[in-house]
């Protein structure tokens, strides 16, 4: 399952990089997965500078992978109350 979430990404990624510049080297690796049942949900990144990151979520019962992009704009502490020792 994890050599399908990584092509399945590679395959996007390359497919939506700039076409009038050189394909850059990049790794992509799992941040996280999780088995449901007979359904998986993954989350992946790659070593590029893009901010992006992808959720893959397998149907197991209709068999079928959906993915969805996203790009981190902000990771921002939130305080809401003092901390006790």
């Given at each position: 399952?994890?050599g399908?979430?990584?092509?399945l ?7 939506h990089l700039d076409?009038s510049?050189?394909t ?5 690796y799992?941040?996280?997965?999780c088995?449901i ?8 990144s790659?070593?590029l500078p893009?901010g ?7 149907d197991?019962d ?8 996203y790009?981190?704009f902000?990771n921002?502490c939130?305080?809401?109350g003092?901390?006790?020792d």
């Amino acid at each position: 399952m994890d050599g399908t979430v990584v092509k399945l990404v590679k395959d996007y990624v390359l497919e939506h990089l700039d076409k009038s510049e050189e394909t850059p080297n990049f790794e992509i690796y799992i941040v996280w997965k999780c088995k449901i049942l007979q359904n998986w949900k993954y989350l992946l990144s790659t070593t590029l500078p893009d901010g992006m990151y992808y959720e893959l979520t397998y149907d197991g019962d209709n068999k079928r992978w959906y993915l969805d992009a996203y790009k981190k704009f902000e990771n921002k502490c939130i305080c809401v109350g003092k901390l006790v020792d």
